[in-house]
Each structure stands twice: as structure tokens, then as C-alpha cells.
């Protein structure tokens, strides 16, 4: 009976060598599978049980901290203050709803994920992971002004530093109270809200941009050398573009004028005209150099940013500019199928404030461990040279004469030159409703802020009278 | 050097082992290095050399490595068991000590002839499956009925049937063995036991699948019918039998998957675990071997450590159902990695090594075939709950035998090595002369 008995012992190896290889697909092979899959809470609940850092404005006032709650797991807290930059802060609830905005982004340092080389040499040390903390580029006062000026209607407020890429201000009117999303139910109320308090309008939003491209297309129209501030071309009303008959707002009549006038002045039919000759090719260049048609470089959840462009609305996707589908002539004012978000348009007015080159848009501005270190400071970095010194210093000329003469008077400041430009995109003709626009940069010779100021379906708004005077508090705000 | 003296000797680094477990765990949740380790170690020792005195008077020439590397298991599952729950631990040694008096008990009893059990074969099997039939009385515990509640202790009669049914297959096939490979007649190139010797062969056949259909547990049926496969396999030297009762039982399987949801749901599990609607089931669901997977992926290489496996937060419902008893071993892999898992799954193949070393030894065949049968259980056992948590076989619940947390599992085990033991000092002796 022996041999059949080391048989059945054969047999019992490989039963034991399956269940060992068994073991090892789940614990090594499969691991970071299993650890990924979304019913897995463990990493979650690992990370609730690391102090997470907190989150400071840049004045130092505090916008999130963690609790201890009766679990050993830390809660995250939200103090009155913090609820001003919801969107921009998201939130942190990994066991329930998960994570948004700055918490998810900046997410590995603050949960304290170090490499694996530091993890190992601190859990041989026996220190406690703990998390780092966040010091941001906003400001509490100005973000403040910013809501309070849009007040209940729905829009936003971007402001960023031209020449670092420091976002200082970014409101999405409405808002929500982050601290809210702790409550069970309130999340799901929120999303399925009309006014959609949820969504970060700066860097979400797809709305038109009416008058204010034309930043874009005179900046291409004068890098490009085919144009000068000086060029002259007709202002008559209508002309035809793309077989279609495009009107001036309120039909006025123009002569020959130059860029400077037809820009000081918004004339619609001198812009169509000269991105007609630039061609699709150039205009669409240009835009694609100011960032348009791709995420904008923000420390900020993919998920929760939108590229700006031509959106077709068949295909429900941007195409580039350039396409043959695509009436280059609207694109130049701000219409056709245009869709950009108000952080897109800081960027623009950014770019040229900062003699024409783009920065990337940067909320942290260092990350200092729990003994107050340092751990990481987020350096200026420039995301491309979009136009010449030489293009961005004429076309400010041009911007500062739009606040100092022409549809952007509002915006003015006392004793501080403003360059900007106002947009009046008409959604709705027959019942008059507007998104109005206000893009621009302050001071005019060394400029410290550059903004964009968009509000939703305002009846009969126009940029100069609804947008602008918005952008002129937040600016003086942020000049004091 | 004696069998004994090795014995003795193998005893200290498993005393050791249980000594350094606790410690860590210690260190882990205090951080300070408590003398309390060494008071368990030594208590784990007083208890390992007081069964070894016993066997050392009763059965000197018992095989000295079985006792050692149970040992092992104890003091995996005793130091498991404390991080889990201190409560757990202290019970569990308390188990320890009635597992050792029955130990005891089967030794001091049998130590004249074990084989005088062939007389009482069929009041030995009548008992088991009487033990097996206990629990229909009373309520069904996730849809099987495995456990018999008698005032406040519940045992799990299954533990000790499964010995009682491999006492009876031992004698019943020494009996018949002869007869079955003579009379054997090949019909379509298959060869078939002869009817008159197949009838209680399928009569122990049909009382599996009944026993299937009335406790309604997958597991304890599998170990049964393996059981008695691997008997019927060693007894006969007869692939072809072993083939037909696997039929047989595939059969019996999937009339019974087709009855019963709670069966069914079992596959469902075991095939769909991240499946969000399976696992969101509250009853039958894959919730269970979804976390003992997740919680298998935590472990690594190396394991996270002792106390570092995410469990239970504070008073609400486990995030790992039943970690000290069916997902012992995932809570295993989970803080001592790949390697520990391994290691308890290579002492338990030295176990088995030894217990068919012991059948090889044995002179006589109903000596042979009860060390057979007693390791083929224990190995099988081992195989269906690890098989379960790993997900390589659906998941039904049965302890992992010496580790996890439950009185009956502990007494039957013990029970079950007094037998080994007896069986091994005798071919040993007999070997030798």
C-alpha cells in the first residue's frame, strides 16, 4: 500500500504549492490590483489613520485641519473662513464621498506619502507618519471681495501674479461649505442642485467669450508682423464672414481704422477681417500657444479642469481651430462654437502682462513639514513664450487705452494704469441675456495682477457695466 | 539521541517562537518590552513538556517531530489570536489544556492496541454520523449547519465525525480491500468495483451526499468524501474508483448547487468577488472574500507586522468578518506577508510528511490506513479553508486546524494526533525490532 500513499502525498504537494501560489497572486502578484479596486477602503482607512497636514492661506490663516475622531481615525475640518475657496480646496472625505480640488492634488503630501527608501528608514526609527503642510498662494481678503461683489448671481473671479503664475484669487459663485459634506445626503443634494454650487466655474466652465478674444487674435494678428497697432482696416457694417453677414454691436459704422481704435472700441467686423487673412492656421497656433486645447498646468484634480477651445457640440469634443468646419472670422471675436473657462482668460491677460510669456498657474507655493521645514517650494515656471516682448507691450498700449477711453472705463483705478478688455457674449438676442466679461492686468508698467471676471446670464449686462467694476475691486484689493 | 529527547529538544524553539510572538505584539501596541511575554512562553512550555512526559511514559517510540510542529501551530494561532483579541487567546490556551486531557485520555485508553477500535466500527460510525445529524436541531448558521449549541458551549460536531468516519473506513476497507481489486470487472474500459462489495461503499457514498444535503456544507462534505477517496485509493492502488466516487460526487455537488441558493451564492462569490452587486448582497454576498483578499493584498513579501492588519475600527461591524476563525490565515498573510503564510502552509506539510511516513511504517493495514486517513483530513481540511480565503475554491467555512479560534476544532485535532501518535509508536517499535 506504500506506493499509492507517496502518490496521494504527491497529491497533497500539489494542493499546498496551488494554495501557496494562491497566496502569493493575492499578497505580491495581484497586490496593487486588489489595493486599487474601488471597494477596497483599506488604503483609505490607512490614510485616516496618518494626521494629515493642514492647509494655510498665504497670510497663514487656516483653511483645513484634522481631527481625531472617537475611531483613531482623523475627520477633516473645515473652519468658517476656508468655506470663501470650496472649490479651490475641494475636500477630504476618503471613507464617504472621497476627495476634490487641492486635497486630492496635493493629496501625497499631505497624507505624508513619502518615497519608499524615507517610508522604510522612518518605520525603522519608529516616527510616526505624519502629513505635511500646505501653504498656498491665495488671498482670503480678495477672494472675499470677489464673492462679495458677485453676491448671488453665478460667475466667477480668477486673479493671478503675471510673472509667477501665483493664483491669489479664484471664486465660483455659488459655493458650498465644504465642512456640509461631512453629513451623509448633503453631497448627493449638492450635485443634483440647478445651480450647480459643486462645480468650479473657473476652471470648469465652458462659457463664450464674446469681445474678450480678441486679446487673442490682435495678440496674433501683431506677433504674426502682418499687422501693427497701426494697420488700418474697415469698419464698415455688416460684412460677410463665412457667408453669413456679421454686424458691429449696435451696427455702428467705422471708416479705416486702425487696430488700436477697432480694439478701444471692440469693432467686430475689423477682427473677423483680420483673422480671415491671418488664416485658420495662425489664429489657431496662437491659441494653442496661450493654452487653449489642453488642461491648463494647475496643481488642481484633472477631473475638475476643462481645456478651452471650439467645441463641437456633435462630437461633444474640442477640435482644434484650424479645422475646415471651423468660421475663423467668429472664433476671432469670441464667437462661433467657442467654450473657455474664466481661468483660460486669466491666462491670456497673464501672458501678455508678463511681456508674453505664459506662466504656469500655481495655487501651493511651498510644502513645510511638521517641524516647520521647508519640504518643497514651488518655483515660478515659465509654460512657454506665447508672443514677443515687443507684441505684449503693444498690445498692452492697446488694452490700456481700452480701460482709459473705451468700453472698459470701469475698471479704471485711481492713480493705476489698468489694461484690459470687456466682452458682451449675446446668448440669447431676442430676450437680451449676456455673459458679460472683463480680462485685464494692473499695473499697466509692472504689472503685480492680471484677472478675468465672468458672470452667467445677465439680462441685458454688458462687460464694461456688470464685469469690469468686479475686476476694479479685486484688483485695488489686491494692489493695496 | 531517542525520539523523546528530540522531541524535547524541538520543543524549546517553538516555546521560543511563541515567547518572541507575543513580545512583538507587545512592543507593537505598548512599545515596551513586557516580561509578561516570557511568563506566556513559559506557561506554552510547561503545557508542551507535560504532553510530552505523557507521551514519553505511554509512547516512547511516537514519531518526535509531530508534536513540535504542532506546537508551532499553537503558538501561531495563540499569538494571532492575542492581537486579535486577548480574550480570544486566553480561552483558546484553555482549550489547549482540555485538547491535552483528551490527548491524554485516547493514549492512556487505546496505548495497549489501538486496533482494538475495529470492533466498535459500526457503533463508532453510527456515532459520527449521529454527531453530524445533531446540529439540524437547531438553526442554520450562514445557510449550513455545522454547529450544536448545548447551553452556553456550541461545538462543531463535524470536527469529530470526520475521525470517526475515517476509524470506520480503515477497518471497513481492510476488510474488503482484497475482494474489491479481485472481484473488479472492466466494462467500457473502466473498472468497477464488483456490486456486491460496492454496496456499502456507495452506501458510505450516499451517506456523504446526504450528509451534504442535511448540513448543507459544501466543506465538511469535501473533507469527508477526500476522505474516504484517498482511503479507498490506498486500500484499492485503484485510480478508476477514485475517478467514479469523483463523478459521483460532482453530481451530487451540482443537484445540490441547483436546490440550494445558499450554494449558489457561495459560487457567485467565489467567481464574482468585486462584482459591486455581489458584494453589496446582504445575505450570500462577496463582502467576506473580497476583504480577505484586500486584506491578503495588504500583506506583501514581508507582512505588515503584527497589529498592523485593519481589522475592526473601534465598535463598529468588522471590516473582516471572522478573523479569528475562517480568515485566521488572511489575517496571517496579512501581517507576516507571503513568507509567514508559507511558512504555517510548509508546517503543515511537514505534518503530513510525517503522517504518511507513519501509514508507510505501519505493519498491519488497518494501521496503515488509519494514518492515511487521519493525515488525508487533516490535509484536506487545511486545504479547503486556505483554498477558500485565497479564493482558490469557493469559500465554506471550516477551521484551519490547530490555529484558529474554537474548542471543538482543538479537541477533535488533538484527538486525531493521539490516534497518529499510537499508530507511529507502534510501527515504530515494530519497525525497529
Known amino acids: 500500500m506504500n506506493a499509492p500513499i507517496l502518490r496521494l502525498f504527491g497529491l497533497v504537494l500539489v494542493l499546498f504549492a496551488a494554495l501557496a501560489g494562491m497566496t502569493s497572486y493575492n499578497s505580491v502578484i495581484k497586490a496593487d490590483d486588489y489595493r486599487d479596486n474601488a471597494l477596497n477602503k483599506r488604503p483609505l482607512i490607512e490614510q485616516a489613520q496618518v494626521k494629515r497636514g493642514v492647509i494655510r492661506a498665504r497670510d497663514g490663516s487656516l483653511l483645513a485641519n484634522s481631527i481625531k475622531d472617537e475611531d483613531a481615525l482623523y475627520e477633516r475640518r473645515y473652519p468658517p473662513g476656508a468655506q470663501r475657496f470650496s472649490h479651490v480646496l475641494g475636500y477630504d472625505y476618503g471613507l464617504t464621498i472621497g476627495r476634490a480640488g487641492l486635497e486630492r492634488s496635493r493629496n501625497d503630501a499631505l497624507a505624508g506619502e513619502k518615497d519608499e527608501i524615507t517610508s ?3 518605520d525603522l526609527s519608529g516616527k510616526r507618519r505624519v502629513g505635511d503642510n500646505v501653504i498656498t498662494n491665495l488671498d482670503p481678503r480678495a477672494q472675499q471681495v470677489a464673492l462679495d461683489a458677485l453676491g448671488d448671481r453665478r460667475g466667477s473671479v480668477v486673479a493671478i501674479e503675471p510673472a509667477t503664475g501665483k493664483v491669489r484669487v479664484m471664486a465660483s459663485s455659488p459655493g458650498y461649505d465644504p465642512g456640509d459634506l461631512r453629513r451623509s445626503g448633503v453631497y448627493t443634494r449638492l450635485s443634483r442642485q440647478d445651480n450647480s454650487p459643486l462645480f468650479n466655474r473657473a476652471t470648469q466652465a465652458g462659457y463664450v467669450p464674446g469681445s474678450t478674444m480678441k486679446v487673442v487674435t490682435a495678440a496674433a494678428a501683431l506677433d504674426s508682423g502682418d499687422f501693427t497697432p497701426e494697420s488700418q482696416v474697415s469698419g464698415k457694417s455688416p460684412i460677410i464672414v463665412s457667408g453669413v453677414p456679421l454686424k458691429n454691436f449696435s451696427d455702428t459704422q467705422f471708416g479705416l481704422i486702425t487696430l488700436t481704435t477697432a480694439l478701444t472700441n471692440s469693432v467686430n467686423t475689423v477682427w473677423a477681417q483680420v483673422a480671415e487673412k491671418l488664416g485658420r492656421e495662425r489664429v489657431a497656433e496662437y491659441m494653442e500657444r496661450f493654452g487653449f486645447g489642453s488642461d491648463p498646468p494647475l496643481d488642481y484634480p484633472d477631473a475638475q479642469m476643462n481645456p478651452s477651445g471650439v467645441f463641437d457640440t456633435k462630437r461633444q469634443r474640442l477640435i482644434s481651430a484650424d479645422a475646415g468646419s471651423v468660421d475663423i472670422g467668429r472664433v476671432a471675436i469670441g464667437q462661433e462654437r467657442l467654450r473657455v473657462t474664466p481661468l483660460q482668460m486669466a491666462t491670456v491677460v497673464a501672458t501678455v502682462a508678463n511681456g508674453g510669456v505664459r506662466m504656469k ?38 488694452m490700456a487705452n481700452v480701460v482709459r477711453e473705451g468700453t472698459g472705463t470701469a475698471a479704471a483705478l485711481q492713480g493705476i494704469e489698468v489694461a484690459g478688455k470687456t466682452g458682451t457674449a449675446e446668448l440669447n438676442i431676442a430676450r437680451s441675456i449676456n455673459q458679460p466679461w472683463f480680462v485685464g492686468f494692473a499695473p499697466r508698467s509692472q504689472p503685480k495682477v492680471a484677472i478675468a471676471v465672468t458672470l452667467e446670464n445677465i439680462v441685458g449686462g454688458q462687460g464694461g457695466v456688470v464685469a469690469a467694476p468686479i475686476a476694479k475691486q479685486v484688483m485695488q484689493e489686491l494692489l493695496r | 539521541m531517542s525520539a523523546r529527547n528530540r522531541e524535547l529538544f524541538a520543543l524549546i524553539p517553538a516555546s521560543l517562537l511563541l515567547t518572541a510572538g507575543f513580545a512583538a505584539v507587545f512592543i507593537q501596541r505598548e ?3 513586557n516580561d509578561l511575554s516570557l511568563t506566556y512562553g513559559a506557561i506554552f512550555l510547561a503545557l508542551c513538556l507535560a504532553a510530552h512526559l505523557v507521551l514519553r511514559m505511554t509512547l516512547p517510540d511516537a514519531d518526535p517531530y509531530i508534536f513540535p510542529l504542532v506546537a508551532v501551530l499553537a503558538c501561531f494561532g495563540l499569538v494571532m489570536l492575542y492581537r486579535l483579541d486577548e480574550e480570544f487567546a486566553r480561552e483558546q490556551a484553555q482549550w489547549f489544556v482540555v485538547g491535552l486531557i483528551f490527548f491524554t485520555a485516547t493514549i492512556v485508553v487505546l496505548r495497549r492496541d489501538h486496533r482494538v477500535l475495529e470492533r466498535y466500527r459500526y457503533i463508532i460510525a453510527f456515532g459520527g454520523i449521529l454527531l453530524l445529524l445533531l446540529p439540524r436541531l437547531g438553526s442554520p448558521v450562514n445557510g449550513a449547519y455545522l454547529s450544536f449549541s448545548m447551553g452556553p458551549i456550541s461545538f462543531q460536531p463535524a470536527e469529530l465525525a470526520k475521525i470517526a468516519i475515517v476509524i470506520f473506513l480503515a477497518s471497513y476497507l481492510r476488510d474488503t480491500r482484497q475482494v474489491l481489486v479481485i472481484g473488479a470487472r472492466r466494462v467500457a474500459g473502466i473498472t468497477f468495483p464488483p456490486l456486491k462489495h460496492l454496496g456499502p461503499l456507495l452506501a458510505v457514498w450516499g451517506t456523504a451526499m446526504a450528509l451534504l444535503f442535511v448540513i448543507q456544507d459544501l466543506g465538511s462534505s469535501l473533507m469527508f468524501f477526500g476522505g474516504f477517496l484517498a482511503l479507498v485509493y490506498v486500500a484499492t492502488n485503484r485510480i478508476s474508483f477514485v475517478l467514479i466516487g469523483l463523478g459521483l460526487f460532482a453530481l451530487g455537488a451540482r443537484v445540490l448547487y441547483a436546490i440550494r441558493p445558499t450554494i449558489e451564492s457561495r459560487v457567485d462569490a467565489w467567481l464574482h468577488p468585486f462584482d459591486p452587486e455581489i458584494y453589496e448582497r446582504e445575505i450570500g454576498g462577496s463582502y467576506q472574500m473580497a476583504q480577505s483578499i484586500f486584506s491578503q493584498a495588504d500583506g ?11 481589522i475592526q475600527l473601534g465598535d463598529n461591524p468588522p471590516i473582516l468578518p471572522a478573523a479569528h476563525t475562517d480568515f485566521i490565515y488572511a489575517v496571517i498573510t496579512d501581517e507576516l506577508g507571503l513568507m509567514g503564510a508559507v511558512a504555517v502552509l510548509l508546517v503543515y506539510l511537514l505534518i503530513v510528511e510525517r ?3 507513519t501509514a508507510m511504517l505501519a505493519t498491519d493495514s488497518f494501521s496503515k490506513l488509519l494514518a492515511t486517513g487521519l493525515t488525508a483530513v487533516l490535509a ?13 475554491i469557493p469559500l465554506t467555512g471550516v477551521t484551519l486546524p490547530f490555529i484558529s479560534y474554537g474548542g471543538s476544532s482543538i479537541v477533535a485535532n488533538f484527538i486525531l494526533l493521539a490516534l497518529l501518535m499510537l499508530v507511529s509508536d507502534r510501527a515504530r ?3 525497529a525490532a
Do not use: C, H, W, Y
Request: charge should be neutral; avoid cysteine; charged fraction near 20%.
Open chain 1, 361 to 398: 498657474p500655481q495655487f501651493t507655493s511651498r510644502i513645510v513639514d511638521q517641524d516647520g521645514r521647508t519640504a518643497e517650494r514651488i518655483e515660478p515656471e515659465e509654460a512657454q513664450r506665447v508672443i514677443s516682448a515687443q507684441t505684449a507691450g503693444q498690445l498692452t498700449q492697446m
Open chain 2, 355 to 357: 503522517g504518511f511516513k
Open chain 2, 31 to 33: 512599545n515596551l518590552l
Open chain 2, 300 to 310: 506583501g513579501f514581508f507582512g505588515q507586522g503584527f497589529g498592523q492588519a485593519i
Open chain 1, 120 to 122: 522604510i528608514v522612518s
Open chain 2, 429 to 431: 517499535r515494530e519497525s
Open chain 2, 380 to 392: 484536506l481540511q487545511v486545504f479547503v479553508i486556505v483554498g477558500g480565503v485565497t479564493k482558490l
